[in-house]
């Protein structure tokens, strides 16, 4: 099993302009306070990017590694639904960075604003 197989993530629009993903808030992402760890939301963050940069790309040829993630965290969440929405600010054919902003789905509070690059390598066999 893959972290976006056991943390329940699931892709609701995948497009070259906006990358949507959704992850349930429960126990097991939480810090021992009651809310969410802040290492979620850069995973839920990569992951919504890394999704974006390889759109586009032949995957016998070429994928999208993370170079770099700022995240900044806005708000705590401690029940319902993150909902990550990525858009890119660049994406070239070797560089990619996306925007990714964070919300429980359920109020659209804003609890994460993240900026995530990649670089296009070369599938290695």
Same mark, same amino acid.
């Given at each position: 099993?893959?972290?976006?197989?056991?943390?329940?993530?699931?892709?609701?629009?995948? *497009?070259? $302009? $906006?990358?949507?993903?959704?992850?349930? @808030?429960?126990?097991? @992402?939480?810090?021992?306070?009651?809310?969410?760890?802040?290492?979620?939301? !850069?995973?839920?963050?990569?992951?919504?990017?890394?999704?974006? !940069?390889?759109?586009?790309?032949?995957?016998?040829?070429?994928?999208?590694?993370?170079?770099?993630?700022? *995240?900044?965290?806005?708000?705590? !969440?401690?029940?319902? *639904?993150?909902? !990550?929405?990525? *858009?890119?600010?660049?994406?070239?054919?070797?560089?990619?960075?996306?925007?990714?902003?964070?919300? /429980?789905?359920?109020?659209?509070?804003?609890?994460?604003?993240?900026?995530?690059?990649?670089?296009?390598?070369? /599938?290695?066999?």
């Amino acid at each position: 099993m893959n972290a976006i197989e056991y943390l329940n993530i699931s892709v609701e629009e995948m *497009t070259a $302009e $906006e990358v949507i993903l959704t992850m349930p @808030i429960r126990d097991e @992402i939480k810090q021992p306070y009651g809310i969410v760890h802040g290492g979620m939301n !850069a995973l839920l963050a990569e992951t919504a990017g890394s999704f974006g !940069a390889n759109i586009g790309l032949d995957n016998t040829k070429q994928v999208p590694v993370g170079l770099d993630i700022h *995240t900044h965290h806005i708000a705590q !969440a401690t029940e319902g *639904t993150l909902r !990550a929405i990525a *858009t890119p600010i660049h994406a070239g054919r070797q560089i990619q960075t996306w925007r990714i902003d964070t919300y /429980v789905m359920e109020t659209n509070k804003l609890t994460s604003s993240s900026t995530f690059t990649a670089m296009i390598i070369p /599938v290695r066999k």
